[in-house]
């Protein structure tokens, strides 16, 4: 992306303001490192960086779906020098795996339990275009002792509601995604974002990852970046010249992001010292 000084500003204020990054910001969770080592590896390739092998490396052993950038960057070299890379770096984390005697954490079969198998199709997608309005701003959400669901120890918990429709504001902000994409697609940075969607389509729609338990929230940092950059994209090319509407659009974008994420943020922190006081 090849951004002036103020779009930077733009784009880096109404980043910082969606809320994955808000809510991630307060929540240390795991996926925040395997984001990070994902820009690390993506930052190598674009700027023809030395050990790239080892970033790849790293951001697969902080979450193993991010191998399948592999598969974006790889291909494109050639089926034989693509096996021949995919060897390579087989080698190579194998190694770190038995290094670490973390050798035994390969089993696939329990991993099943996680995904969607019994979450009908039409549910899935529900929940997968909800996960798209959820990677901008904070999704509608159960909490409360009537309504919120309540664990075996009398906990109340503060969790996501139910996707019982269809989420339009979901389905605008994917068609603006594809939009970005058509618009710079001889963009390589495009394509990854497009590739990267695709892959969170097969990953939590099709596959059904998290879906069992409805919890797609989980992943808005570690895919929600792409939706971000190309709906980002799409606003810049279709104003591109008309740039009083395009800086009004973004300006009302930051304000609807900053209102509804920090208020979401102030209302999770406040359960929090209600109901699980320190």
């Known amino acids: 992306m090849q951004l002036t000084s103020m779009e930077k500003l733009i784009f880096y204020l109404a980043f910082v303001l969606t809320y994955p990054f808000l809510l ?19 930052h190598t390739v674009f700027y023809k960086k030395e050990n790239q092998d080892y970033a790849l490396v790293a951001a697969t052993g ?4 991010s191998g399948a950038m592999l598969f974006f960057f790889g291909l494109s070299n050639g089926i034989r020098k693509f096996s021949s890379y995919c060897c ?13 005697g973390q050798f035994h954490k390969i089993r696939i079969l329990h991993l099943f339990g996680y995904t969607g198998v019994n979450v ?16 901008f701003m904070q999704p509608m959400i159960i909490v409360g002792k009537e309504i919120a669901f309540i664990h075996s120890r009398g906990e109340i918990s503060y969790q996501l509601a139910p996707v019982e429709s269809l989420n339009v504001l979901g389905l605008i902000l994917l068609a603006f995604a594809i939009t970005g994409f058509v618009l710079n697609k001889k963009n390589k940075f495009a394509q990854l974002c ?30 929600g970046w792409a939706y971000f950059c190309l709906v980002f994209l799409a606003i810049e090319k279709l104003f591109d010249n008309f740039l009083i509407i395009r800086n009004a659009i973004f300006i009302t974008a930051i304000i609807i992001l900053a209102y509804i994420n920090i208020s979401g943020i102030y209302d999770l922190i406040r359960f929090g010292i209600r109901f699980y006081p320190v």
């Open 120 to 135: 009908d199709f039409i549910s899935r997608m529900k929940q997968f275009i909800n996960f798209i309005t959820s990677c």
């Open 194 to 223: 497009l590739f990267w969607i695709a892959f969170s389509f097969i990953i939590l729609c099709l596959i059904g990852w998290g879906t069992a338990e409805n919890g797609l929230i989980l992943y808005t940092l570690y895919f």
């Open 88 to 100: 390579r770096l087989g080698f190579i984390f194998l190694t770190f795996l038995c290094i670490s």
């Open 24 to 42: 991630f910001s307060l929540m240390q969770e795991q996926y925040i490192f395997s984001v990070f080592w994902l820009f690390v590896f993506i």
């Open 62 to 65: 902080s979450l193993l779906t």
